[in-house]
T-cell receptor
Framework: NAGVMQNPRHLVRRRGQEARLRCSPM?????VYWYRQLPEEGLKFMVY????????ESGMPKERFSAEFPKEGPSILRIQQVVRGDSAAYFC?????????????FGAGSRLTVL | EDQVTQSPEALRLQEGESSSLNCSYT??????LFWYRQDPGKGPEFLFT???AGEEKEKERLKATLTKKESFLHITAPKPEDSATYLC????????????FGKGITLSVRP
């Protein structure tokens, strides 16, 4: 009866490296949302995915960031050539399949530090 | 663009001292207003969803209310374990369940 699982919980990268964050949704959930939380800022929506489809990526930076949710396996948020400004907590949330109006269940987050 | 503003940014209460947290919002067609609690180093934990003006929901010492422009989270006789950041979010009507969050209110309750 696990909730939303995120890993790694903490990740340290040097500028220019790549960061990969993984999210396994709750059992029975097929919709995944990624959020970023900067210090002293609220949670900012990044992307909404269903299996093999990106539904809404209106919050994703245009460069260096990508997300996928393959048919098998976890959702991946990928940040290429990281910069110090990417240091933040990244949260994944999931919801059951429906036409909207669902409660999002959040994971514990992945905290990225860029040196 | 959907917007959520929470006030105050931080609130310090004495144990047993009741108060209210405010959430003002603008949204293009409200499907639901959500309250979450977030403890340091953890993810947001769902508290309530309110769908229409006049609706109220309660859970232990917390009561959430909703009008057409704002929501309040009332905390009655708080305890130190109520210390956390309280997040308000809106969900617009449509097929997308994404939430737009405010910055949160950090509540500290002193014993």
């Amino acid at each position: 009866n696990a909730g939303v699982m995120q890993n790694p919980r903490h990740l340290v990268r040097r500028r220019g490296q790549e960061a990969r964050l993984r999210c396994s949704p709750m059992k029975g959930h097929s919709h995944v949302y990624w959020y970023r939380q900067l210090p002293e800022e609220g949670l900012k929506f990044m992307v909404y995915l269903q299996k093999e489809n990106i539904i809404d990526e209106s919050g994703m930076p245009k460069e260096r960031f990508s997300a996928e949710f393959p048919k098998e396996g976890p959702s991946i948020l990928r940040i290429q050539q990281v910069v110090r400004g990417d240091s933040a907590a990244y949260f994944c949330a999931s919801s059951p399949p429906s036409r909207g109006g669902n409660v999002l269940t959040f994971g514990a987050g992945s905290r990225l530090t860029v040196l | 663009e959907d917007q959520v503003t929470q006030s105050p940014e931080a609130l310090r209460l004495q144990e047993g001292e009741s108060s209210s947290l405010n959430c003002s919002y603008t949204v293009s067609g409200l499907r639901g207003l959500f309250w979450y609690r977030q403890d340091p180093g953890k993810g947001p934990e769902f508290l309530f969803t309110l769908y229409s003006a006049g609706e109220e929901k309660e859970k232990e010492r917390l009561k959430a209310t909703l009008t057409k422009k704002e929501s309040f989270l009332h905390i009655t006789a708080p305890k130190p374990e109520d210390s956390a950041t309280y997040l308000c979010a809106v969900q617009a009507s449509g097929a997308n369940s994404k939430l737009t969050f405010g910055k949160g209110i950090t509540l500290s309750v002193r014993p």
